[in-house]
């Protein structure tokens, strides 16, 4: 097997018009890992994977998918890669047991599609219609026919958007299962949970530039939080001159307040909280320790703005 990385992204150039899609973009994703692309809308990301699947042509810059160019080495790179599209590819009229039995027959090792269709939820409904089945069952089939080939690499593009608790575990077993098996995952997802527990590696995208990378545990670091809701509008900067140094106090939305050490919540730490709200006749309410999420890495990094 090649020891190229699965994909190796230097100076990423996409624009449409006058606007720029990706602007730089350098990252690179691991043989036998999870990547995690994240970003909010019109980040980039979904433009970086199309061009990573060969579907786009860059403007500037570079893409290697297992070592290989994905527009000239496309019919060499065909049989190694499975692409899940959030919608289309599959006809209506199709029904998910004999469409995996046949998308099996061009793939020399494929996954049985009968453990696929257990797998994933789909056996009951295995000669329904495509245009029959419910959304989350038309996910399903699309990682399905992505996976079926037993592909080196594969691309799932919000793999979970609209499936129940259920079938989004049942994917997360699936995806992880890939992995251990030796595939690589390239994932872009919207769901901070779905990432920190897939993912081995983040890139976190915003205007087109990789703005942070890491595994999650380097991304989050050991910082704590403890975090309460009281009155909208308290005296955060007072909070603050009666926490230990390096502490950091905030309000966020209105009423929901976050203080936040470098290391872990420790009880000198809780003391001072706790007597500040007592000196002050503050009844803190919902008082709850945590360690920071990869939620709170991209809201830090992105904004809160909403994006169209």
């Known amino acids: ?3 190229a990385p699965a994909v190796e992204i230097s100076g990423l150039v996409k624009q449409y018009g006058r606007t720029v899609a990706v602007a730089g973009l ?25 061009i990573c699947e060969g579907y786009r042509r860059p ?24 692409v899940m599209l959030q919608s289309g590819g599959i006809p209506p009229s199709a029904r998910p047991g004999e469409y995996l039995q046949v998308m099996a027959r061009f793939h020399a090792r494929p996954i049985g599609p009968e453990l696929l269709l257990d797998r994933l939820g789909l056996t009951g409904c295995a000669r329904t219609p495509f ?3 419910s959304g989350g069952q038309q996910q399903r089939l699309a990682l399905a026919a992505a996976v079926v080939g037993r592909p080196e690499l594969v691309f799932l593009d919000e793999p979970t958007a609209g499936l129940d608790p259920q079938a989004r575990h049942a994917t997360w077993d699936l995806i992880g ?6 595939a690589s995952v390239i994932l872009t997802t919207h769901y901070m949970e779905e990432a920190e527990r897939l993912a081995d590696q983040v890139a976190v995208v915003d205007h087109g530039r990789l703005v942070a990378a890491g595994t999650p545990a380097e991304l989050t670091g050991t910082a704590g939080q403890l975090r309460f ?3 909208p509008g308290l005296d955060t900067d007072s ?6 140094p390096a502490s950091a ?14 290391d872990r919540v420790d009880p000198q730490l809780l003391a001072a909280v706790t007597a500040w709200c007592a000196e002050h006749g503050v009844l803190a309410q919902s008082l709850r320790i945590e360690n920071r999420t990869l939620e709170d890495v991209f809201l830090e990094l992105t904004g809160r703005e909403l994006r169209s």
């Open 1 to 3: 097997m090649c020891s």
């Open 131 to 133: 245009r029959r089945l």
């Open 249 to 262: 106090a905030k309000e966020s939305p209105a009423g929901y307040y976050v203080v936040e050490v470098h």
């Open 177 to 182: 299962g890939l992995r251990d098996a030796g």
């Open 26 to 50: 350098s990252l690179r994703a691991e043989r036998a890992q999870v990547t995690a692309i994240l970003g909010p809308n019109g980040a980039g990301k979904t433009t970086t994977v199309e």
């Open 229 to 231: 809701r009281a009155e």
């Open 59 to 82: 403007d500037d810059g570079t893409v290697r998918v297992l070592g290989l160019d994905p527009i000239r080495d496309a019919k060499a790179l065909r049989p190694k890669v499975g």
């Open 239 to 244: 909070l603050l001159a009666a926490l230990p």
